[in-house]
């Protein structure tokens, strides 16, 4: 559990890097800084690796793991396979649109006007959020994965989040992540979680075409 905790420190460090140089110089300068961050790591100099890692979450680094593996994440994040940089684009509220660098410049990978939208983590967690403080329980249920939805109606969703025993826990935890939603997503091609902080998470799956929420 240690290394693994220590492997996702430092995803996010990457991740971090990501979203500082992509905006500035794009691929060429990510990479830069990928390098930097590693040779840092090298030398195991703790003060340069929190210039790479924003502030809200340098006292999460788990430097004893990171560190143990110093030469092997040193090599990884100087030779990077490659580099996308990405970004967020804040509308107003909730609404929160993202794009990437490609060589022809920025282009948005959402859809800002899809309301209830779930073809990226993050637009499913938003649906969530939205669907839950508006009533919309079809729309819950159809962000919950198959294995739950199997013999769950609207009526079931109705009563646990507005008079069921748990009702004030499910709430509070929505209003969490909501605050939350711009937070740094790690993802793959089949899981995807979102750091809510005080060791909870947000957990994603994709289901064919559409990502549907596990656990918040």
Known sequence: MARERGMGWALTVCL???????CGGHARALV???GDL??????????????????ATRSRVDYQVLLEDASGWSDRLRRP?????EALLY???DEVVEAVWTDKGWRFSTD???????????????????ASRQGRWDIMLNLAPRRYRMGLSEQDLTAAWTEGPQAQALNEARD??????????????????????DGEYARLEREKDRWVVVDF
């Open 81 to 85: 396979t490659g580099a996308r940089p």
């Open 32 to 34: 830069h800084a990928s």
């Open 38 to 55: 590693g040779k840092s790591v090298r030398r195991a100099d703790r003060a340069q690796i929190d210039e790479s890692v924003l502030p």
């Open 176 to 197: 969490r992540l909501a605050e939350r939603l711009a937070g740094t997503i790690r993802a793959d091609a089949h899981q995807a979680i979102l750091d809510l902080g």
């Open 91 to 93: 509308l107003g509220n």
């Open 112 to 130: 800002p006007t899809e309301y209830f939208g779930q073809s990226t983590p993050r637009e499913a967690l938003r649906s969530l959020v939205r």
């Open 16 to 22: 971090v890097t990501t979203v500082v140089a992509g």
